[in-house]
């Protein structure tokens, strides 16, 4: 006889299976269709309820060049993914709002944060953050920092991360920063800290 | 009894859904990261790549990006009609039908023409027909291998075990070649994917060798590879004029004794290597690569509704090609016209010049001064030995030579009283380039946007980095 948790156990794994399967062959529908989605114009997303943590956002200043960073309280859900997509939700809050210190497009937001294999982590941005993101090697180089070493300071474990744009790798941010690669979050580190220096 | 059959069939259960999970997870990582097919087109132009998209499960590839690098083309769509126009020449295609018309002859498609996104696709298959009535030659195509030769190109090449040693292979090719090189137990594999190797009379060469059996050429996927059999750990050796390859046993295996012997490569990867700075002074034609940015249909940054970032690039290469030579530096500059360049065949120009340094010229709008910037190289899996490991992080042996020359031009162009910031940036071709590189990005002196054009400024900051890498030539290997 089969134990029933055994029976659940394995419902669960197969759904889980299935789920993922669905998502890679939609991730790879995505990459072979050409046709142009419309840019997501969905407003950011209310953070999460819940109690809040204290987490450290390294935020891209325009007008001095340069990351800083900040403390900041948010309520994040427990799930490591969901935490990732919160953290980098915070982080674009700060750039569409009105007083910007490096505005991003309208619309710009995080459709997914996938941590797939141990120390990968795939960060999944909408047309709307790519398509009018400001050109230039500092602006793009800020944002991208911004983005990894705010995921790779609070959640601990990410070795490399692959930028995707609306589900497809693409080859430049907007023209300069290199977006076909993995970057390497030890480098980033390092770039962060030239960044967090006074020119 | 009961315990025990539940026990082994609960183990037999974690079995399978642990293979589950496995196999779920490889099909993911799989699919999600599915390379996309590339065609791989040489021509005495350029060299590049171009993305194959499947249409009915068909290949086709965009007509006007394959043309592009070629002459001067341009194409107009409208209702279902879609005109191209290659130097004189003019074809037709309508969506949905295989039936073109090049110059007003009538000549048919093996499937019907796609129109999407602004991209005129064509299959593939038809390439061979279809080019030389547009392009008035030749082309061969590879079509197993996604590889199109147009006109007489082709690198060709002989294999034969060395007469005084047998245990080296030499292999000789008609023209300079730059393979990724891995080795496996038992193999060595060399992989071309940016030259146009062709196939020997026979694809599996045999030597009379105890250590090197044999040779076996093939071509998949956009590349040719040549896969050499063994029973000893082999390193490639390549000639300064990259014509050369010869496999010899590795020092690991010869110098293994000996504690005093610097540390061998690792045998997993034996980078190919471009001549080290200074080694070949005879052979090096140029000294220094410009590389104005961007042009063509990338304009780069909007500077001002009347300054794209593409003219600066050129106007400010251009004074530093010409500040160079004043200083006796020979220099050759990659995009001297507003014509579209990839970024790999930038590398590719640059690391086929085998010049000590390269420079890339931005412009901006943002901040103020010049930032200089080197390699921050893509993250390198140990891993990992695909065959664009080495294309993208050929800049690594060189970082250090990058950023004396990063340190020398800041120093001059804070003499000249400019503000300058020295970062490292993730910015390509400067990982593909296997020479000292870096980057300029010029951004105005004050608000005024306008002074990026000025002749005045433009002439400081260049006359200042031409001085910069003029006051470390040495380091980099030319006489004073
Ligand atoms: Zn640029």
Same mark, same amino acid.
């Given at each position: 006889?089969?134990?029933?948790?055994?029976?659940?156990?394995?419902?669960?794994? +197969?759904? @889980?299976?299935? !789920?993922?399967?669905?998502?890679?062959?939609?991730?790879?529908? &995505? =990459?072979?269709?050409?046709?142009? /989605?419309?840019?997501?114009?969905?407003?950011?997303?209310?953070?999460?309820?819940?109690?809040?943590?204290?987490?450290?956002?390294?935020?891209?200043?325009?007008?001095?060049?340069? +990351?800083? @960073?900040?403390? !900041?309280?948010?309520?994040?859900?427990?799930?490591?993914?969901? &935490? =990732?997509?919160?953290?980098?939700? /915070?982080?674009?809050?700060?750039?569409?709002?009105?007083?910007?210190?490096?505005?991003?497009?309208?619309?710009?937001?995080?459709?997914?944060?996938?941590?797939?294999?141990?120390? +990968?982590?795939?960060?999944?941005?909408?047309?709307?953050?790519?398509?009018?993101?400001?050109?230039?090697?500092?602006?793009?180089?800020?944002?991208?920092?911004?983005?990894?070493?705010?995921?790779?300071?609070?959640?601990?474990?990410?070795?490399?991360?692959?930028?995707?744009?609306?589900?497809?790798?693409?080859?430049? +941010?907007?023209?300069?920063?290199?977006?076909?690669?993995?970057?390497?979050?030890?480098?980033?580190?390092?770039?962060?800290?030239?960044?967090?220096?006074?020119? | 009894?009961?315990?025990?059959?539940?026990?082994?069939?609960?183990?037999?259960?974690?079995?399978?859904?642990?293979?589950?999970?496995?196999?779920?997870?490889?099909?993911?990582?799989?699919?999600?990261?599915?390379?996309?097919?590339?065609?791989?087109?040489?021509?005495?132009?350029?060299?590049?790549?171009?993305?194959?998209?499947?249409?009915?499960?068909?290949?086709?590839?965009?007509?006007?990006?394959?043309?592009?690098?070629?002459?001067?083309?341009?194409?107009?769509?409208?209702?279902?009609?879609?005109?191209?126009?290659?130097?004189?020449?003019?074809?037709?295609?309508?969506?949905?039908?295989?039936?073109?018309?090049?110059?007003?002859?009538?000549?048919?498609?093996?499937?019907?023409?796609?129109?999407?996104?602004?991209?005129?696709?064509?299959?593939?298959?038809?390439?061979?027909?279809?080019?030389?009535?547009?392009?008035?030659?030749?082309?061969?195509?590879?079509?197993?291998?996604?590889?199109?030769?147009?006109?007489?190109?082709?690198?060709?090449?002989?294999?034969?075990?060395?007469?005084?040693?047998?245990?080296?292979?030499?292999?000789?090719?008609?023209?300079?070649?730059?393979?990724?090189?891995?080795?496996?137990?038992?193999?060595?594999?060399?992989?071309?994917?940016?030259?146009?190797?062709?196939?020997?009379?026979?694809?599996?060469?045999?030597?009379?060798?105890?250590?090197?059996?044999?040779?076996?050429?093939?071509?998949?996927?956009?590349?040719?590879?040549?896969?050499?059999?063994?029973?000893?750990?082999?390193?490639?050796?390549?000639?300064?004029?990259?014509?050369?390859?010869?496999?010899?046993?590795?020092?690991?295996?010869?110098?293994?004794?000996?504690?005093?012997?610097?540390?061998?490569?690792?045998?997993?990867?034996?980078?190919?290597?471009?001549?080290?700075?200074?080694?070949?002074?005879?052979?090096?034609?140029?000294?220094?690569?410009?590389?104005?940015?961007?042009?063509?249909?990338?304009?780069?940054?909007?500077?001002?509704?009347?300054?794209?970032?593409?003219?600066?690039?050129?106007?400010?290469?251009?004074?530093?090609?010409?500040?160079?030579?004043?200083?006796?530096?020979?220099?050759?500059?990659?995009?001297?016209?507003?014509?579209?360049?990839?970024?790999?065949?930038?590398?590719?120009?640059?690391?086929?010049?085998?010049?000590?340094?390269?420079?890339?010229?931005?412009?901006?709008?943002?901040?103020?001064?010049?930032?200089?910037?080197?390699?921050?190289?893509?993250?390198?899996?140990?891993?990992?030995?695909?065959?664009?490991?080495?294309?993208?992080?050929?800049?690594?042996?060189?970082?250090?030579?990058?950023?004396?020359?990063?340190?020398?031009?800041?120093?001059?162009?804070?003499?000249?009283?400019?503000?300058?910031?020295?970062?490292?940036?993730?910015?390509?071709?400067?990982?593909?380039?296997?020479?000292?590189?870096?980057?300029?990005?010029?951004?105005?002196?004050?608000?005024?946007?306008?002074?990026?054009?000025?002749?005045?400024?433009?002439?400081?900051?260049?006359?200042?980095?031409?001085?910069?890498?003029?006051?470390?030539?040495?380091?980099?290997?030319?006489?004073?």
């Amino acid at each position: 006889m089969i134990p029933r948790h055994l029976y659940i156990g394995i419902s669960v794994l +197969l759904a @889980a299976v299935l !789920a993922m399967t669905i998502y890679a062959l939609r991730m790879r529908g &995505r =990459a072979v269709a050409t046709s142009v /989605s419309p840019s997501d114009t969905r407003p950011v997303a209310p953070p999460a309820a819940g109690p809040t943590e204290q987490v450290t956002l390294f935020v891209a200043y325009d007008d001095i060049g340069m +990351l800083q @960073a900040h403390a !900041a309280r948010i309520p994040l859900p427990s799930v490591r993914q969901q &935490r =990732a997509e919160e953290l980098l939700r /915070s982080l674009l809050a700060i750039y569409l709002d009105k007083s910007s210190p490096h505005p991003l497009p309208p619309g710009s937001d995080v459709r997914g944060v996938y941590l797939v294999d141990p120390g +990968l982590a795939v960060i999944d941005m909408n047309a709307a953050f790519a398509d009018g993101h400001r050109s230039g090697i500092l602006s793009e180089e800020l944002t991208v920092a911004s983005l990894i070493q705010t995921l790779s300071t609070n959640i601990p474990g990410i070795a490399k991360v692959k930028i995707l744009v609306e589900g497809k790798e693409r080859q430049t +941010l907007a023209g300069h920063v290199d977006l076909s690669g993995f970057f390497d979050a030890a480098g980033i580190n390092q770039l962060a800290a030239q960044l967090q220096n006074s020119p | 009894m009961r315990w025990s059959s539940t026990r082994s069939s609960a183990r037999a259960l974690g079995i399978i859904i642990a293979s589950g999970i496995l196999f779920a997870f490889a099909a993911f990582l799989v699919l999600a990261a599915a390379p996309q097919k590339h065609l791989s087109v040489y021509s005495t132009a350029a060299n590049y790549s171009l993305p194959i998209v499947q249409r009915q499960g068909r290949d086709y590839v965009g007509l006007l990006e394959l043309l592009e690098p070629l002459g001067s083309v341009s194409a107009k769509f409208d209702s279902r009609r879609w005109r191209l126009h290659y130097n004189n020449i003019l074809g037709e295609f309508t969506v949905g039908e295989s039936r073109v018309r090049i110059q007003g002859r009538e000549a048919d498609l093996s499937a019907k023409f796609f129109f999407e996104n602004d991209r005129g696709l064509v299959p593939i298959d038809s390439l061979s027909s279809l080019l030389p009535r547009i392009l008035g030659g030749p082309v061969t195509l590879h079509v197993e291998s996604d590889r199109l030769l147009i006109g007489s190109v082709g690198t060709h090449f002989t294999a034969a075990i060395a007469p005084e040693d047998s245990s080296r292979l030499v292999f000789h090719f008609t023209a300079p070649v730059n393979p990724s090189v891995s080795t496996e137990h038992g193999k060595l594999h060399m992989t071309f994917s940016r030259e146009p190797v062709l196939a020997p009379a026979s694809p599996t060469l045999t030597f009379d060798s105890k250590t090197i059996t044999q040779a076996k050429f093939s071509e998949s996927n956009g590349a040719a590879e040549i896969d050499v059999t063994t029973n000893i750990p082999l390193m490639a050796n390549f000639s300064p004029d990259g014509q050369t390859i010869t496999l010899e046993p590795s020092k690991a295996q010869t110098a293994a004794a000996s504690n005093t012997a610097p540390p061998a490569p690792p045998q997993k990867l034996l980078a190919p290597s471009p001549a080290p700075p200074g080694a070949v002074p005879s052979a090096r034609r140029y000294f220094a690569v410009v590389d104005a940015s961007h042009g063509g249909s990338d304009s780069g940054e909007t500077l001002s509704p009347s300054l794209a970032e593409k003219d600066v690039t050129l106007a400010l290469a251009r004074r530093l090609r010409q500040e160079l030579e004043n200083r006796g530096i020979p220099t050759l500059i990659l995009r001297d016209s507003d014509a579209n360049l990839s970024l790999d065949d930038r590398a590719f120009a640059a690391n086929n010049a085998r010049a000590a340094v390269y420079v890339a010229i931005h412009a901006a709008s943002s901040g103020h001064g010049v930032r200089l910037y080197t390699a921050l190289l893509p993250y390198a899996d140990e891993e990992d030995d695909g065959p664009f490991r080495s294309w993208s992080t050929a800049q690594q042996s060189s970082l250090g030579a990058s950023q004396a020359v990063l340190a020398s031009v800041a120093a001059e162009l804070k003499k000249q009283q400019v503000a300058v910031r020295g970062l490292t940036a993730p910015l390509r071709p400067l990982n593909n380039v296997a020479m000292a590189a870096f980057a300029v990005e010029v951004a105005p002196p004050g608000l005024d946007l306008s002074q990026l054009a000025s002749p005045d400024y433009q002439q400081l900051t260049m006359s200042a980095v031409a001085n910069g890498i003029a006051d470390v030539r040495a380091q980099l290997g030319m006489a004073p």
